[in-house]
C-alpha cells in the first residue's frame, strides 16, 4: 500500500492521466449510445444488442478496443519517469528495483479496476434500459466477461510497461509497443502453425474478449481455433508474470 501511495501521488496531479481517463469514458460512453440509436428494420440496435446477459460480452468487446490509450498511459508515465530522472532518485531513497516494477503493476491494476468498474456502470445503465429481463439472472448472467476484460486490461498494460523499460523513450516506446500488437505479431502468425499461432500473447488476450456472433461467421468462413476464455485467462496472467520478471531484469541489469 505504501508504494501504491507514493505512484498515487505522483500520478493523481498528472493532466495527462485525467485527459486518457476522460477520453476512454467519453469514447465509449458516445460509442454505445450512437451505436444504440442505429435502425435496422425500423427497430434500435439498442433494442435487440444491448440486452442482458448477453450484453455483458458485447460490452467487453468493444472495451478491448480501448485498452490502447491506458497502454500508452502506462508508457508515458514511466518514461517520463525515466526523463525527469525519478526512478534513480526513488532508488536512491531506498526502494528497490523490484519494488519499483511492482509499483508500476499496482498502478496497472488499479487503471484496470477503475475501466472495468466503469464498464459494470455503463452495462448497467444501457443493459437495464433496453432488457425486458431485469432479474437477477438476467443482470448478472454473463457478467464473468468483465473479468475477463479486467484480465486482458492488465495483460496489454504489463506488455506496454515492458516496452517502455526496454526504450525508456516515449514516442518510440509507443511506436514500438504499437507496431508489435498490429504489425510484427499479426506477420508472425501467418508463419505459425494455428496450433501453435493460438498461443501467441495478443492471440491469448484477444480471446479473453471474444467477437459476439463469431460462431455464426465461422459457419460461413474457415473456422479458426480460438481459446476459451477461462484458459486463455490463465495463459493471460502467465504472461503477465513473464513481462513483470523480464522489466524486473530490464531495470536491473541497466543504469537509471
Do not use: C
Not at 469514447?27 to 454505445?32: A, C, D, G, K, S
Not at 534513480?88 to 484496470?112: C, E, H, N, P, T
Amino acid at each position: 500500500m505504501n508504494l501504491l501511495r507514493i505512484e498515487l501521488h505522483k500520478i493523481l496531479p498528472y493532466r495527462t492521466v485525467w485527459i486518457i481517463l476522460a477520453t476512454f469514458a467519453i469514447l465509449l460512453t458516445l460509442f454505445l449510445y450512437a451505436s444504440s440509436q442505429v435502425s435496422v428494420n425500423g427497430q434500435q440496435l439498442g433494442e435487440s444488442m444491448y440486452r442482458l446477459p448477453a450484453f455483458w460480452q458485447r460490452l467487453a468487446y468493444i472495451a478491448s478496443f480501448f485498452n490502447l490509450l491506458f497502454s500508452i498511459l502506462v508508457i508515458v508515465l514511466i518514461t517520463d519517469e525515466y526523463a525527469f530522472r525519478t526512478l534513480r532518485q526513488q532508488v536512491i531513497d531506498g526502494l528497490s528495483r523490484a519494488d519499483l516494477v511492482m509499483a508500476k503493476i499496482y498502478v496497472i491494476l488499479a487503471l484496470a479496476a477503475t475501466g472495468t468498474l466503469f464498464l459494470l456502470l455503463l452495462g448497467l445503465y444501457f443493459g437495464l434500459l433496453y432488457s425486458t429481463d431485469r432479474s437477477l439472472s438476467a443482470i448478472f448472467g454473463q457478467i464473468d466477461a468483465l473479468f475477463y476484460y479486467f484480465v486482458q486490461s492488465v495483460g496489454y498494460m504489463t506488455l506496454a510497461m515492458l516496452f517502455a523499460f526496454l526504450i525508456k523513450k516515449s514516442g518510440l516506446a509507443i511506436v514500438g509497443f504499437i507496431a508489435y500488437t498490429i504489425i510484427v505479431e499479426p506477420l508472425i502468425h501467418f508463419r505459425l502453425p494455428e496450433a501453435v499461432d493460438k498461443y501467441m500473447p495478443m492471440k491469448v488476450m484477444g480471446s479473453l474478449t471474444p467477437m459476439p456472433l463469431q460462431e455464426v461467421l465461422d459457419q460461413i468462413t474457415t473456422p479458426s481455433e480460438v481459446l476459451s476464455p477461462a484458459l486463455a485467462a490463465l495463459l493471460t496472467l502467465v504472461y503477465i508474470a513473464l513481462f513483470w520478471l523480464l522489466s524486473y531484469y530490464v531495470l536491473k541489469l541497466r543504469d537509471l
